[in-house]
């Protein structure tokens, strides 16, 4: 049987997060808040699950660089896998930088720091829009001469490192804090107190930092998250608040070199009123304080836990058997996890059209069930559907919200 071993990663991680939990317990110190967790394994679970379809296109997209452009031909020696380490570690270092200076860039990084919490599960806010901008950068390697299958490999053992420095239950460690980006200089990284804003890029050494005057160390307590928080758990405005004020921005710029300046100026040259005004438009204006309400429900925090168990499950199973999935399944599967994952967010922001995501995702299994059982079952999904809308119609949408949240809202 052939299978890939790279969903591990998945229990795997959850393990350290599980660990890091019970440590901050120990330490009596609250470092998990249960909204800030759910909103970043929800990135984390997106990106995971769309980078099993677009990992293929980045590697080909490597080859076919270093096909045509290569102007070296290193192979993987001891000296071609240091090469291509510390090649990876510079790229990764301006590439970071750079996604906090050019607003264009930060639209899509900003997602990795709206957190206002810092923990493991921080480490999980990559969308696969950054991955496809760090794929741009990553480009010079394949034309230095690194062949694809060195740059895969460096930049998956180079991408675990990263997830063991999101946390504060590690101090200073030492004299690896002159070589090493460790916990310490990435909490840094991660505050929004004037004097650590755009510090310590590093990824896994810190000497970049160092080198190019963007370090500082870790003295008074970092304040994380954004400099003006974004105080929403929605998946989809998580993901896309950033482009909308860059759009909304550029639009309004009187011509095209100022348009230009918007597009590669520095994020804080965007009009901060602008992200108000989308928030008017597409937020609701008290979903914080009913947030903070209804999350001290146990049978609300119990029923959001629970879709999100069910998704790592099959999420988890879909990566392990992922080759023997037809491309429809395959299709039908990532709709009904993004489906899930959107649905979490307008549970935590208390959204009432969140029952026709209930729905949607419950067409979406029937599908798949017709998929894999064949034509009989399109009767019985008819009558199904046909029962469920009228049950809808019927009051079931208020007994819905009484259930869930305690009221009809």
């Not at 460096?154 to 200073?172: A, E, N, Q």
Request: glycine share 6%; net charge neutral; hydrophobic share 50%.
């Amino acid at each position: 049987m052939h299978v890939n071993w790279l969903a591990f990663a998945v229990p795997l991680f959850l393990f350290f997060i599980g660990v890091e939990y019970l440590v901050a317990k120990r330490q009596k110190k609250t470092y998990f808040q249960f909204n800030n967790s759910i909103a970043n394994l929800n990135v984390g679970i997106a990106e995971r699950l769309l980078d099993s379809f677009t990992v293929g296109v980045f590697y080909f997209w490597y080859d076919y660089l270093h096909r045509h452009y290569a102007f070296l031909d290193i192979r993987a020696s001891a000296w071609g896998w240091i090469g291509v380490f510390i090649a990876t570690d510079f790229v990764w270092y301006w590439y970071h930088r750079l996604a906090h200076e050019i607003n264009v860039f930060w639209a899509v990084h900003i997602v990795h720091h709206q957190s206002d919490d810092f923990n493991y599960t921080v480490s999980a806010r990559i969308t696969v829009f950054q991955a496809i901008l760090r794929t741009g950068f990553w480009s010079i390697l394949p034309i230095i001469g690194f062949p694809p299958a060195m740059i895969t490999t460096i930049l998956l053992l180079h991408g675990l490192y990263p997830f063991f420095i999101h946390t504060r239950t590690i101090g200073k460690l030492g004299w690896l804090e002159y070589i090493l980006v460790t916990p310490s200089h990435h909490r840094v990284h991660h505050a929004s107190n004037p004097e650590y804003l755009d510090k310590n890029y590093g990824d896994v050494l810190i000497i970049w930092d160092k080198l190019f005057g963007t370090f500082v160390e870790e003295n008074e307590e970092p304040v994380y998250g954004l400099t003006k928080p974004l105080d929403s758990h929605s998946f989809l405005w998580q993901h896309f608040h950033g482009l909308l004020e860059v759009l909304v921005a550029t639009r309004r710029a009187s011509d095209w070199s100022a348009k230009w300046k918007v597009l590669f100026g520095r994020p804080d040259s965007v009009d901060p009123h602008i992200r108000e005004e989308l928030e008017e438009r597409f937020l609701s204006g008290d979903a914080a304080s009913r947030t903070a309400i209804h999350t001290k429900s146990r049978r609300f925090k119990g029923y959001v836990i629970g879709q999100m168990a069910g998704i790592l499950l099959i999420l988890f199973t879909f990566l392990l058997m992922e080759s023997y999935v037809p491309g429809y399944l395959q299709f039908l599967t990532a709709l009904f996890i993004l489906l899930t994952l959107i649905n979490c967010g307008a549970l935590l922001e208390q959204r009432q059209w969140v029952l026709y995501l209930e729905i949607g995702r419950v067409a979406v299994l029937w599908l798949a069930l017709y998929s894999v059982l064949g034509y009989p079952m399109i009767i019985v999904l008819g009558y199904i559907g046909a029962l469920s809308l009228w049950a809808y119609f019927s009051g079931i949408q208020k007994r819905y919200f009484q259930l869930l949240y305690g009221s009809s809202l």
